[in-house]
């Protein structure tokens, strides 16, 4: 059958399809969002990108607390009462076309006066006339177009952020002075003795010497900071030989050129701090459509409706009281902990377990926060504030506020400790030796020994590699938060998964029928049955099913939360729950089990088991060999056989754990050395994604919120997490290189500068030559390693 | 007064204006985004071809 998709949204719109000026539409948002469009001239929307929408959802009542002034004056970032500016994070922009269509949102409301779409972090910045339009407005047209903005509790804490370009001014005026210093001092570099550079040679020098002011007292001092931080903490960082290098360059090529004893080194110094502060920039540079930093406050709502004597009032979550009646409506998050007074409840606890199947509620049922309610409007009361609730609680852990790098010993600081002390030793010795022999060049020979071996390329080593390393995963969708996270992984030795929705997907589970043989035509029955219900369930059983004949069903009808029903030629067939059935037999409480019963008649039961991801015993037995193997699942023990079966026989697992109960068995076994890598997925693994070594999360869909981690792995990319772990430590080969290739040419300088020879032009070539060469080297090695990870 | 006096100062106060463009544009946020300003310079078609009615002379381009 061929399939036909959406003009608007792209979906195969096979089971519902409305035709208009000659285009197909998969429902009528889709529809409603392509006539707006068109009644405004905006067609162009379909010409840059085929199929760019999305279909608006149901709204209704969802934006009413954007009309209280409070909240408004939280998420605007400028307010004078007649206009007003507010940037909306909209997770749907992926194309030219929504760029296009959000900046020509004044095409559609006359009061929006111009819109800007930063495309990396997905977020539009609106300016609009707020005496005649209202943020409420603004909002609402977004979402009847397919851009709904997601609003949630974060954006109320943080207001106006400021961005931190300090290193990119640094840069620049590290940049800007290399180059004048370079020019300036170029002349020195022929000792031709000409009348008039010697005449002018003053002025130069004193004009470097005011160009490397800003560099060593602006650009270079995040060094001097670091390297005073370190030694107060008792550590010899890499800054400390970096920032001891800088002082005796800036004070000798002073002294020098006050005495008129030489030009000094103000080419090395500019230089130094350039390229040291290139490997930070490109080390620092990260994703911005993607957080690392998440809690539930990103989860959120901002306010949700509280019913006090019959009237619906929007009000802030934080305000929320025990006893207070809320109202949930279709597709609301539940913010707090409560009991069911009213309506069917459907809850898609997906966010806090990873579990994707929606779990039925009947009023007096206790509602847990961070569940989305699925069909229709409920009312709850709450039992406890926000912060009190069971999920909410696990933030208040210390191990939320502890900043994993802090306790975490680079590579380059590990070396630094010994070559710091190496240069010292040498520097006092070498100064020994001249002070009987020559005393008069013995404080040349310390300084020179200082500035020469000033770790340049070593300090860079870790930066490029690293930060290659990470563009070149982003790039293979594995998205770390920082550099030093490869680095740390490289380290470890237990793995630690989570179960559900982490080695299982979320789309597919498979089923095996236990019972009577379904005649043929109970199958033709079955297969049509299912063919008409929306329940997950349903449309996995459906999937599962082979082809069969399309039929009429005289009478078809869904008990929502119980089974389906239907007849056909007089042969009535029910699907569903052991109850809805009929069947009071049921052995299994812990598989998901749908049972059949044709004319009143029990067949028998299909149970469901998780479907694990692609390639998943193949990566288990690539890491048993290096790693100690745990799988730790929030869920009963049902799939302890399967699993079994799977995986190597040494993986240990652990079912029946909490939240709590993950992260103090990972906080247990790094008391005993263990270095963990944890990979999980939902808010439920967020306690051990932090307090682990490496947290990574796997996500379906990476613009879907992850919980707070220090990586973000795509899913359709878990089997090549061997492969990743192995190229981390691969990286760290080549940093070790790089050490050793900076080693070298440590030696030939310290040879200058021990017999006394050191000239600024040898400093010049010698630094800058160093400094690229293991740029070149670690960029190249890495791409090396890009490839084979291809 | 020598050339090179003239000439250094010259260079210096030329420096050191680019240098301040460079600030200025970091101030104003250009290197803040710099993936959307290589879509939005591709629009300016588009937004001319709504206004096709009223001019003679976008029927050109198109």
């Known amino acids: 059958m061929e399939h036909q998709n959406c003009f608007h949204c792209g979906d195969n719109c096979d089971s519902e399809q409305i035709k208009y000026d000659d285009k197909l539409f998969c429902c009528n948002g889709c529809k409603t969002v392509y006539e707006i469009f068109s ?12 199929s760019p929408g999305s279909a608006p959802k149901e709204i209704q009542g969802k934006y009413d607390f954007l009309g209280q002034e409070n909240i408004i004056e939280k998420l605007t970032e400028f307010n004078d009462g007649r206009i007003q500016i507010a940037t909306l994070y ?36 609106v300016t609009y006339n707020s005496e005649k339009s209202s943020l409420q407005e603004v909002v609402l047209l977004l979402s009847t177009i397919g851009y709904e903005p997601y609003i949630s509790l974060d954006d109320f804490k943080t207001g106006k952020e400021d961005i931190n370009r300090s290193l990119i001014y640094k840069l620049g005026v590290a940049g800007f002075a290399f180059g004048n210093v370079m020019f300036l001092s170029f002349p020195e570099y022929f000792k031709g003795g000409e009348f008039w550079l010697e005449q002018y040679k003053h002025l130069f020098r004193w004009l470097m010497f005011a160009f490397s002011l800003p560099v060593v007292f602006y650009a270079g001092r995040d060094y001097f900071t670091s390297a005073y931080k370190g030694l107060r903490a008792g550590i ?16 000798r090529s002073t002294v020098e050129i006050v005495l008129n004893l030489g030009a000094g080194f103000f080419d090395s110094l500019t230089g130094l701090v350039f390229f040291l502060l290139l490997g930070r920039f490109f080390q620092q540079r990260t994703y911005s459509f993607l957080s690392f930093e998440r809690d539930y406050k990103s989860y959120f709502p901002i306010a949700i409706t509280k019913i006090s004597n019959g009237i619906e009032a929007p009000i802030q979550v934080y305000d929320i009281e025990k006893g207070d009646r809320l109202l949930i409506r279709n597709e609301e998050l539940i913010p707090v902990d409560g009991i069911l007074i009213n309506g069917r409840a459907k809850i898609d606890y997906s966010f806090v377990t990873g579990e994707s199947d929606p779990i039925n509620k009947t009023s007096g049922d206790k509602l847990f926060a961070g569940g989305k309610q699925t069909t229709g409007v409920i009312e709850m009361e709450a039992l406890k504030s926000v912060e009190q609730s069971y999920l909410t609680q696990l933030w208040s852990n210390d191990v939320f506020s502890k900043n994993k790098e802090d306790g975490f010993t680079t590579l380059t600081n590990t070396i630094s400790k010994r070559f710091t002390i190496a240069v010292l030793i040498i520097a006092f010795v070498s100064t020994s030796y001249w002070l009987f022999t020559d005393s008069s060049k013995a404080m040349n020979v ?11 390329a070593i300090a860079l080593s870790a930066p490029f590699t690293l930060g290659n390393l990470l563009r070149i995963f982003g790039k293979l969708k594995f998205y770390l938060k920082n550099a ?42 079955l297969k049509n049955t299912l063919r008409g219900s929306n329940h997950p369930l349903s449309r996995t059983l459906y999937d599962i099913l082979d082809e069969n004949n399309i039929i009429t069903l005289n009478h078809f009808e869904e008990h929502l939360g119980k089974g389906i029903e239907s007849e056909h030629q007089n042969d009535t067939m029910k699907i569903g729950s052991a109850s809805f059935v009929g069947y009071d037999q049921d052995t299994s409480i812990l598989n998901t089990t749908v049972h059949i019963t044709s004319n009143d008649q029990y067949k028998g039961k299909y149970t469901f088991f998780n479907s694990y991801r692609k390639g998943l015993s193949k990566l288990f037995n690539n890491l048993k060999t290096d790693y100690d193997l745990v799988i730790l699942s929030g869920d009963n023990a049902g799939e302890m056989e399967n699993l079994e079966k799977l995986l190597p026989s040494k993986t240990k697992l652990i079912f029946n754990q909490k939240p709590n109960d993950k992260l103090e068995y990972i906080k247990y076994h790094q008391s005993e050395g263990a270095k963990i890598l944890m990979i999980g997925d939902g808010l439920n693994d967020a306690g051990a994604l932090a307090q682990s070594n490496v947290g990574i999360a796997i996500s379906e869909n990476v613009n879907v919120f992850s919980p707070a981690c220090d990586a973000i792995l795509d899913a359709t990319k878990f089997n090549q997490l061997y492969k990743y772990i192995k190229a981390s430590k691969q990286a760290i080969k080549i940093i070790k290189w790089s050490f050793v290739l900076s080693f070298f040419y440590n030696i030939i300088g310290l040879y200058f500068a021990v017999t006394g020879q050191l000239e600024p032009v040898i400093a010049a070539i010698l630094m800058p030559l160093s400094s690229i060469s293991i740029v070149a080297f670690t960029t190249l090695a890495t791409n090396l390693i890009g490839r084979k990870l291809e | 007064m020598s050339a090179i006096y003239i000439l250094l100062s010259i260079s210096i106060v030329v420096a050191i204006g680019f240098f301040i463009a460079f600030v200025l544009a970091v ?23 709504e206004n096709q009615k009223q001019t003679i002379k976008t029927k050109k381009i198109n």
Not at chain 1, 236 to 246: E, R, T, Y
Request: net charge negative.
């Open chain 1, 90 to 125: 909209i997770p749907h922009i992926h194309c030219s076309s929504c760029i296009w269509i959000l900046e020509n949102l004044n095409k559609l409301n006359k009061n929006i006066t111009s819109s800007q779409v930063n495309f990396g972090k997905k977020t539009v910045r």
């Open chain 1, 236 to 251: 010899l960082n890499i800054d400390v030989p970096i920032a001891l290098g800088l002082v005796v360059l800036f004070v």
């Open chain 1, 446 to 456: 310390f300084t020179a020994v200082l500035i020469i071996v000033c770790p340049c």
């Open chain 1, 39 to 50: 009644e405004n001239d905006l067609t162009c929307y379909y010409d840059l990108q085929a």
């Open chain 1, 484 to 525: 030093s996270v490869i680095e740390q992984l490289a380290a470890i030795d237990t793995i630690i998964f989570d179960k559900t929705g982490t080695i299982t997907s979320n789309k597919q589970s498979s089923a095996t029928y236990d019972g009577a043989v379904l005649s043929t035509s109970e199958g033709i029955q």
């Open chain 2, 27 to 49: 101030r104003s946020g250009q290197f803040d985004d710099d993936y959307t300003p290589s879509v939005r310079m591709l629009f300016e078609d588009e937004l001319v071809k």
